[in-house]
């Protein structure tokens, strides 16, 4: 230890305050390159936290005082030395003692955002194209690192630090995303990242990749129903309508293989996972919704006129026929949702078909009836009328033979 802080010491003490970067990280190189060899032979890890520091310290006190665009490739290539060096390092502990611990997984942890970072303030000054790139050759590294096997190591640290490099290139990815990408195309990035990671967990039966898919979705959501902002021009056939059905369709895989799995606990996924994708469905039909009568409403009467009676008038119209289309949606939607949990025996289903025709009810009773026109008024009571009709008839005459299918699942039926 005594000779590992003399040796990052000496350039401190020897300097002349003229930039020799050439000279310096060569020498720090050497460094590190003897402080890995001693780890080698000898079960001494925590010296790597010391060369680890002692690089970092001398990194950053030349590069805030003498880097500059001109010097970017010997700088990012002494960067890379660097990062591979104390890449191979948390490998290399496992071969030293049983039960490694936490020390080889905060190692690699460290390094990977430390060399992300000081290529992110380099690269990006340049190009983000390229520095998303560099995010995903980053990433395909970590997954290279999966493949090196230490020998006389620990098998649960090995497999430890296996799920290190691969969440490592995994957030790479993820961050490689909004890196390259703008406004709604992050959006479905992630989406598609989500079911790409979807279908390998399923194809290798990982589980932490459903986990990190998991989290690219509920990125993707999140950002889609707080962030994204869409100027729409047209009805349905807009980017809001198709990042909308991107997301849906992964949804609905991940339902999909959520169902097909035998455990309690992942099915409940694809419960939650169908909710969501309902939900997202009547959240992107009603912004169409809201877009089509927000035109009507601004082709209106021009701006002297607006004081007008008859503007008003033509206003009172165009909302109170709002308000009825997003009723109609509601009925419609539930009524398809009860058509599916009949079709396809779904209990499940034909429970959130209920829910929504409920909350129709409630929006007819309360609103429609002080809100709209006799005319819509009528309508709302007719439709919603005959729609409950037809879903008491179907439960209680059993056109689709649902308790004899109850009675055949019983057991010793």
């Known amino acids: 230890m005594y000779s590992i802080v003399g040796g990052f010491s000496t350039p401190l003490l020897l300097s002349t305050g003229v930039n020799r970067e050439i000279a310096l990280f060569s020498y720090v190189t050497l460094l590190d390159l003897g402080i890995l060899s001693l780890v080698i032979f000898k079960p001494w890890r925590r010296l790597l936290w010391f060369g680890y520091a002692g690089t970092l310290i001398l990194y950053l006190a030349w590069y805030s005082e003498y880097y500059d665009r001109k010097q970017?490739?010997?700088?990012?290539?002494?960067a890379s030395i660097f990062f591979v060096i104390f890449a191979v390092a948390p490998i290399l502990m496992l071969r030293q003692e049983r039960g490694a611990g936490t020390m080889p997984l905060a190692f690699a942890f460290v390094n990977a955002v430390t060399y992300f970072l000081q290529a992110y303030a380099m690269i990006s000054d340049i190009s983000?194209?390229?520095?998303?790139?560099?995010?995903?050759?980053?990433?395909?590294?970590?997954?290279?690192?999966?493949?090196?096997?230490?020998?006389?190591?620990?098998?649960?640290?090995?497999?430890?630090?296996?799920?290190?490099?691969?969440?490592?290139?995994?957030?790479?990815?993820?961050?490689a995303i909004p890196i390259r990408l703008n406004a709604h195309w992050i959006t479905i990035g992630?989406?598609?990242?989500?079911?790409a990671l979807l279908w390998v967990g399923n194809r290798i039966k990982s589980d932490l990749l459903n986990l990190f898919a998991l989290a690219?979705?509920?990125?993707?959501?999140?950002?889609?129903?707080?962030?994204?902002?869409?100027?729409?021009?047209?009805?349905?056939?807009?980017?809001?309508?198709?990042?909308?059905?991107?997301?849906?369709m992964v949804l609905a895989l991940l339902a999909y293989y959520a169902a097909a799995d035998g455990r309690e606990e992942v099915r409940n996924i694809a419960a939650?996972?169908?909710?969501?994708?309902?939900?997202?469905?009547?959240?992107a039909l009603s912004y169409e919704i809201h877009d089509y009568y927000s035109r009507q409403i601004a082709s209106g009467l021009p701006a002297p006129a607006f004081w007008a009676p008859e503007h008003w008038s033509q206003m009172r119209a165009i909302e109170i026929a709002r308000g009825f289309t997003y009723s109609a949606l509601f009925m419609a939607y539930g009524a398809m949702l009860m058509i599916i949990g009949f079709l396809r025996n779904s209990a499940f289903v034909r429970w959130q078909a209920l829910v929504l025709i409920a909350a129709t009810i409630v929006k007819v009773f309360v609103y429609d009836v002080s809100q709209l026109d006799r005319?819509?008024?009528?309508?709302?009571?007719?439709?919603?009328?005959?729609?409950?009709?037809?879903?008491?008839?179907?439960?209680?005459?059993?056109?689709?033979?649902?308790?004899?299918?109850?009675?055949?699942?019983?057991p010793g039926s």
Do not use: C
């Not at 390229?130 to 190591?153: C, D, E, H, T």
């Not at 993707?220 to 021009?233: E, P, Y």
């Not at 056939?237 to 059905?245: E, Q």
């Open 72 to 78: 970017f490739e010997p700088t990012l290539v002494f």
């Open 128 to 175: 983000m194209t390229a520095m998303a790139w560099f995010s995903l050759v980053l990433a395909a590294v970590y997954l290279g690192l999966n493949v090196i096997r230490p020998k006389a190591s620990d098998k649960a640290a090995e497999a430890n630090l296996k799920l290190m490099h691969l969440a490592l290139a995994i957030a790479l990815i993820t961050v």
């Open 190 to 195: 992630w989406f598609v990242e989500s079911a």
């Open 216 to 248: 690219a979705l509920a990125l993707g959501v999140g950002r889609l129903l707080f962030f994204d902002n869409f100027m729409t021009t047209a009805l349905i056939f807009n980017m809001r309508m198709l990042v909308y059905v991107v997301a849906i």
């Open 272 to 283: 939650i996972s169908i909710v969501a994708l309902n939900a997202l469905a009547l959240v």
């Open 375 to 410: 005319v819509y008024r009528i309508l709302s009571f007719g439709v919603l009328g005959v729609l409950l009709l037809a879903i008491s008839f179907a439960y209680q005459r059993d056109w689709l033979k649902l308790s004899s299918r109850k009675i055949a699942e019983q």
